[in-house]
């Protein structure tokens, strides 16, 4: 069965403090590995998507990596407002048999806060 | 350009009741699906609509059903109503060719 793994659950750096958030995941062919943030009381907003082991993203401080097994979110120099649960999410590949195209599986996340 | 909007962004409801949550995608999208997140939970899928069908379904009883409009748009129905279904549904928008799925605000739903 897929499967998303995050860790670690919780995370608390003090601003400047840079660190790694992990995801690894089970998968019937990997279509994509895909960054949440998602807010208190609001929906997942989209940070990146990754397709190919050594594919790398980076938006502002945050830079994701993957491998064939799983996936960091490196977050340098964190400020106060990165402060949110980051949530992983893998989609299965449509060449596999039973393949569950256009679903995401997601983790649980890990909920960062970041004070100054 | 709107993004993805949910309605309503809260509900509360009792034992046994019916619901309708309400989706429109984000423009020039035409592929919409829905997620369940409880507290403390990553979001879990409910299903997916194309085309205004059911393509694929998440493990979720017959009580959850949905449709999609002609104009893209989608509803999340939930009969008898219990008390676990409180949580926060999620509607996402995508295009069929894309696997980057964009998720509007959310409903939340609370039932006593």
């Known amino acids: 069965e897929d499967q998303v793994t995050q860790s670690p659950e919780a995370l608390r750096l003090q601003e400047g403090e840079s660190s790694s958030l992990n995801c690894s995941y089970t998968?019937?062919?990997?279509?994509?590995l895909f960054w949440y943030r998602q807010d208190p009381g609001k929906g997942p907003e989209f940070l990146f998507t990754?397709?190919?082991a050594g594919e790398e993203k980076e938006k502002e401080r945050l830079k994701a990596t993957l491998t064939k097994k799983e996936s960091f979110l490196h977050i340098t120099a964190p400020k106060p407002e990165d402060s949110a649960t980051y949530l992983c999410a893998v989609q299965a590949s449509a060449r596999d048999r039973g393949s569950t195209l256009g679903r995401l599986y997601f983790g649980r996340g890990t909920q960062l806060t970041v004070w100054p | 350009d709107a993004g993805v909007t949910q309605s309503p962004t809260h509900l509360i409801k009792t034992r046994g009741q019916q619901v309708t949550l309400r989706c429109s995608p984000k423009s020039g999208h035409d592929t919409v699906s829905w997620y369940q997140q409880a507290l403390g939970q990553g979001p879990q899928f409910i299903f997916q609509y194309y085309e205004e069908e059911e393509r694929q379904r998440g493990n979720f009883p017959d009580r959850f059903s949905g449709h999609q409009f002609p104009n893209y748009s989608s509803e999340l129905n939930v009969n008898a109503l219990l008390l676990g279904d409180s949580a926060l549904y999620l509607c996402?928008?995508?295009?069929?060719?894309?696997?980057?799925?964009?998720f509007g605000a959310g409903t939340r739903l609370s039932v006593l």
């Open positions: 996402a928008s995508s295009l069929v060719s894309s696997a980057i799925q964009y």
């Open positions: 998968v019937s062919g990997l279509r994509g």
């Open positions: 990754l397709y190919s």
